[in-house]
């Protein structure tokens, strides 16, 4: 995952997916990108050290350049409330990743259910959860997902896609 440290991002979703994957699973590791924000919305660093106490997951913070951390995953997750269009996923999409986000504007827009990756239901941390196991259990179609998530980044979020869909909108 990586989000800005913000309850909409849906970290606290992340985390309770994670307890429940690692009863199944407690080798896979789960690691959070992101910087600390100070508002209303905000995590707190102290919740983010008691789940890296935890065993839960390994916090990064902010990062500048993320292509290390994205490289070294299998799975990009990004359960957010709601998004424009998320830079994160577009990024982990670029580097052939199998996506799991939210069924909200923006996130469902990156990703085509069960072929780059799935869609969950916002704030349920249960089907976030059956989402990432799914994936964990099937290499195979983790790794197809990848693939197609990379056809579907060019295809679709290319600088030369993007020029074409800007131009046909205009009227010369």
């Known amino acids: ?3 800005r440290m913000i309850k909409n991002k849906g970290i606290r979703e992340y985390i309770n997916a994670i307890r429940e994957v690692k009863r199944a699973y ?7 990108v992101g ?6 919305d905000a995590i ?11 065993g839960l997951v390994d916090y990064k913070g902010a990062l500048s350049d993320v292509r290390a951390e994205i490289e070294k995953c299998s799975i990009y997750v990004l359960p957010s409330y709601r998004e424009g269009t998320p830079r994160s996923v577009l990024e982990a999409m670029s580097m052939g990743r199998a996506i799991i986000t939210t069924d909200v504007p923006g996130c469902r827009d990156t990703v085509i259910n069960g072929v780059t990756g799935l869609l969950v239901k916002s704030k349920n941390s249960e089907e976030l959860a059956n989402a990432m196991k799914r994936l964990i259990q099937d290499k195979e179609l983790r790794e197809a997902m990848g693939q197609k998530s ?3 980044a060019v295809k679709k979020y290319s600088d030369d896609s993007v020029a074409a869909e800007i131009i046909s909108h205009l009227d010369l």
């Not at 407690?26 to 959070?32: A, S």
Request: charged share 25%.
């Open 1 to 3: 995952l990586i989000a």
């Open 26 to 32: 407690p080798l896979v590791n789960f690691t959070m």
């Open 35 to 40: 910087g600390l924000e100070e508002n209303i």
């Open 44 to 54: 707190d660093l102290k919740d983010i050290q008691s789940w890296v106490s935890e």
């Open 150 to 152: 990379r056809e579907y």
